[in-house]
């Protein structure tokens, strides 16, 4: 049966091409939830400077160890793609909030850590198209998302005392 649009993200196709591009959006949306996010979050509870930079240090390494290497032929996203993928769909959100939370004034994650990601070439121009993809960004309340995690945070510390 033919469809009368086209996937919009992915390909359906059952050819080996299209299950070799499906394999590395997951090893790359694996990669990223499970090595770079936890230690993002871990950055983020982290009550003392010491460990909120180690943490963050480690999350930039394995970014730019084992995931900016997998963005080499973005065009700009992932796998050469001129479009969305599954990859972005699943990571956009994760990403752009480690920019908002190092921004000026925010300071949940520490800035030397995005100026480090910022020179990682490969990442940085993918996660700079993701910033100015309008349907990634058009449904992102930054100040929301900040305040709600600043509130997440200040009860969390509340508990502990």
Request: glycine residues 4%; positive net charge.
């Amino acid at each position: 049966m033919k469809r009368p649009h086209p996937p919009v993200v992915g390909n359906t196709n059952r050819d080996t091409t299209a299950a070799l591009k499906r394999a590395k959006i997951n090893f790359f949306v694996d990669t990223y939830i499970s090595k770079a996010q936890p230690l993002a979050h871990s950055a983020l509870l982290a009550t003392d400077v010491a460990t909120k930079t180690q943490r963050a240090n480690e999350c930039v390494d394995v970014i730019e160890k084992q995931l900016a290497p997998l963005l080499a032929d973005a065009k700009p996203f992932f796998g050469g793609s001129s479009r969305l993928t599954l990859a972005e769909v699943l990571t956009a959100s994760l990403v752009i909030r480690l920019y908002s939370y190092a921004k000026p004034g925010v300071e949940l994650l520490p800035q030397e850590a995005i100026e480090r990601i910022k020179k990682i070439g490969n990442w940085q121009r993918w996660a700079d198209a993701l910033m100015a993809h309008e349907s990634i960004m058009g449904i992102y309340d930054e100040e929301k998302v900040v305040r709600g995690i600043k509130g997440k945070l200040a009860s969390l510390a509340a508990e502990k005392k």
